[in-house]
């Protein structure tokens, strides 16, 4: 039971005058205001300011004007054992930067002076707007500006400058308790430089620059685990299913590509032998009309013709899911290098989100694969027995007499294709066909292996359906703190996010008792459906006009599976419906109903914090001279702050 807080009627009044207020400007219902969690709110924005006087301060901001969130720790401890993140925007900066740029005389701004060429000037002022945090300590600002935009790079007086085989190093560093202003100029093509790296220090800054930097540059380690014993093991799990995907590919592949040729040769010879069948009259050098339609009409029923097209649409199917496991192998790569550089953090969201894009993405192009193959096996054909009827002609074979060279023919045709232009661009679109269809498998497959790893290694993994390393730091404000309560009300949200929750559970339950590093983490496996191949009638039609009406309205039923799936079916032929249909793609953030956060941008923070004390750290190296100061125990400075 939630003990309700005492609140005196004249701050009810004043804290739901304040909700309403903000209600209105986030748009929402005005009951869905909660005036206790907007009060929690506040009192929480207080204490972060609190911690932030009493940790050093680290923040990459999103502009010139606008910081990220906080990131706070202490001197001599290490930055992954002692970080606290504290939201943007609850707690206001000591410090306003600011930069203005001229070109070849005039001032510009800051978008004319990206990518401009000429004599560049940037002028850089760091101003502290609360004396009482910033008076004891040294302000430091250092930036680079890479070789290629120009070496010609100079400053005021006091500024250190120095340049490498790469860039050139600018920092500056002021006086306690006194704003920092420094001029830069150079002879650009296409300007650009790098974010600025602006620190504060306490004391001697000689000794307390570098303890800062070293908490930043390990800041990110931190919080991804990177080189953990943990991460090393999953790791080296990770490897052998990439390796394993890899094998049953390559087996998988090769068996299955032999199968698909022998079913469409057997294809082609049943087809081409039903036509013989109907041949009449005197042969020309093109296909009879009268013997195609009715090759058709046997394409319904228990005919050699309808069971070729059924075998070759298994053998479609079958080649094409099998590069599912290129697709996963690719997929286990991409995790195992991202954990390698930063870690499992965030990656269940992230992981979530690419596997709900891949198989969209891939259920797409296999549909948009097969209407491909069913347009090119249409012209592949008909142009087959246009030679086959030449050559038939060309061997002195009659209409009674066929039958007799039909082996033969077909044998003279297939090894002319390439010299046959016509022939060869039909079998060259029927290839890519075949590509497309691959190529859609892969992401199918990458689909399968993002979801199977998450179901597989949740335990292994360090953010659940539910909770992430950044989420209760996450409220930027009151309003977003309001929004967040109207937004968790809404029952269809509740629904979606407990059935998600039970089905995740109910997966990783059986991956427990299923998975073994030697199993699979794609389903190969494809259900027919007359479709996918081709919708034989269907093309004939506009080739042939209304006299094929009567033989072709019925030709896209083949063996009792009917082609012309209905709206709403599960046989639609989509390639990919199966497998669509097990993987919960609205719990991976793509449903319309709501996006599920991740935090990437984090990790983007502390590599960008990191970059910045890297070149601080280069600042002091050059030589740069920062007076000391008495040391008096006040909160730090480190921040990452773009100009451009």
């Not at 280069?618 to 920062?626: K, N, T």
Request: net charge negative; charged share 20%.
């Amino acid at each position: 039971m939630r003990h309700a807080l005492t609140i005196h009627p004249r701050d009810v009044r004043r804290h739901l005058s304040a909700a309403t207020a903000v209600a209105l400007v986030a748009a929402i219902p005005v009951a869905a205001v909660d005036a206790v969690n907007v009060a929690t709110a506040v009192r929480q924005n207080r204490q972060y300011a609190v911690e932030a006087t009493q940790s050093d301060v680290m923040s990459a901001y999103e502009s010139i004007d606008k910081p990220g969130r906080l990131f706070l720790t202490q001197s001599g401890t290490s930055a992954s054992h002692a970080s606290q993140r504290v939201p943007k925007g609850t707690v206001s900066m000591p410090w306003k930067v600011s930069a203005t740029f001229t070109l070849d005389g005039p001032n510009v701004s800051a978008s004319e002076i990206s990518g401009a060429s000429g004599m560049v000037g940037v002028r850089i002022t760091l101003h502290a707007v609360d004396a009482d945090k910033t008076a004891d300590l040294t302000p430091i600002v250092a930036f680079t500006i890479p070789s290629r935009v120009g070496n010609d790079v100079t400053a005021d007086d006091g500024v250190a400058v120095s340049s490498d085989n790469t860039s050139t190093l600018v920092a500056a560093a002021g006086k306690p308790g006194e704003d920092l202003t420094f001029n830069t100029y150079v002879t650009a093509n296409r300007f650009s430089m790098s974010s600025l790296a602006v620190a504060a220090v306490d004391g001697d800054a000689g000794q307390s620059l570098p303890d800062l930097t070293k908490r930043a540059a390990t800041l990110v380690d931190g919080l991804t685990n990177v080189g953990s014993q943990r991460n090393r093991k999953l790791i080296s799990q990770l490897e052998k299913l990439r390796d394993n995907e890899k094998a049953i590919a390559k087996q998988t592949i090769s068996t299955r590509s032999k199968a698909h040729e022998q079913a469409f040769d057997t294809y082609v010879e049943a087809y081409v032998g039903s036509y013989t069948t109907h041949l009449s009259g005197s042969l020309g050098n093109s296909t009879q009309l009268s013997a195609i339609l009715g090759t058709a009409s046997e394409l319904n029923g228990d005919t050699p013709v309808a069971k070729s097209v059924a075998d070759l649409a298994n053998a479609v199917n079958d080649v094409s899911a099998a590069y599912r496991h290129i697709g996963a192998a690719d997929a286990v790569d991409e995790v195992i290098r991202t954990i390698e550089q930063r870690g499992t953090s965030g990656l269940v969201r992230e992981l979530g989100k690419r596997a709900g894009e891949e198989q969209q993405r891939g259920s797409k192009d296999y549909s948009v694969g097969q209407s491909q193959l069913s347009s090119a096996m249409i012209p592949y054909s008909m142009d087959f027995t246009d030679a086959y009827t030449a050559r038939l002609k060309e061997l002195g074979a009659t209409t009674g007499t066929a039958s007799e060279y039909e082996n033969q023919a077909i044998a003279d045709v297939r090894a002319g294709i390439k010299s046959n232009e016509k022939l060869k661009t039909a079998s060259d679109k029927v290839s890519a066909a075949m590509t497309a269809l691959a190529d859609a498998s892969e992401h199918i497959g990458q689909a399968g292996a993002f979801h199977q790893i998450i179901v597989r290694f949740a335990d292994q993994l360090d953010s659940d359906d539910e909770t992430s390393d950044s989420n209760a730091a996450d409220g930027f404000s009151v309003l977003a703190s309001m929004r967040a309560v109207s937004a968790g009300r809404a029952l269809c949200a509740k629904a979606e996010k407990s059935r998600v929750k039970a089905q995740r559970k109910a997966e990783r339950v059986q991956a427990k008792g299923d998975a073994t590093d030697s199993s699979s983490l794609v389903d190969d496996k494809n259900a027919i459906s007359m479709d996918d191949v081709m919708s034989y009638a269907g093309g004939l039609r506009p080739s042939f006009g209304a006299a094929a009406d009567a033989t072709s309205k019925n030709v896209a039923k083949v063996g009792g599976v009917d082609g012309s799936t209905k709206k709403g079916d599960s046989a639609a032929s989509d390639g990919g419906s199966e497998s669509a249909g097990s993987m919960p793609i609205s719990g991976y953030g793509l449903s319309k109903g709501e996006f599920a956060p991740n935090n990437g941008d984090l990790i983007d923070e502390t590599v960008e914090l990191a970059a910045a004390a890297e070149i601080l750290d280069g600042a002091m190296q050059s030589g740069l001279s920062a007076g000391s100061a008495k040391a008096t125990g006040v909160a730090q400075y480190l921040l990452a702050v773009p100009i451009l």
